[in-house]
């Protein structure tokens, strides 16, 4: 019911910038917390930033300073503003979202984007 399309992703050399894009389509009622989390060869997935409905933002350690999440709910996209890549960033970039679904009863349901490839080369 709930579609998370992602877009933005690419090749880049060390220091330049990205911006990730996640757009929500389908039917449900609202978007609660959005997040983006990245997958490298051989690691775990791990979340790099959250934020809330009402704009509360967290970054994993990482790449605080660096990476920027915002989202518009008028359109119901959630960005990551990728600046002074580096190498380690090199990973599968995944769109994450809680989403109030469904009337009587309301139900909140996860989805996750398909996600899309950032390699910063050196």
């Known amino acids: 019911q709930v579609r998370l399309v992602e877009s933005g992703g690419g090749l880049v050399q060390a220091g330049a910038s990205l911006r990730l894009s996640c757009a929500a389509s389908?039917?449900?009622?609202?978007?609660?917390?959005m997040g983006w989390y990245r997958q490298a060869p051989g690691k775990q997935r791990e979340s790099v930033a959250v934020?809330?409905?009402?704009?509360?933002?967290n970054y994993e350690d990482s790449v605080k300073g660096r990476f920027t999440i915002s989202r518009d709910n008028a359109k119901n996209t959630v960005y990551l503003q990728m600046s002074s890549l580096k190498p380690e960033d090199t990973a599968v970039y995944y769109c994450?979202?809680?989403?109030?679904?469904?009337?009587?009863?309301?139900?909140?349901?996860?989805?996750w984007g398909q996600g899309t490839q950032v390699t910063v080369s050196s």
């Open positions: 389908g039917s449900f009622r609202s978007i609660n917390a």
């Open positions: 934020i809330t409905s009402g704009g509360t933002t």
């Open positions: 994450n979202a809680d989403v109030s679904v469904g009337y009587f009863p309301a139900t909140v349901k996860n989805f």
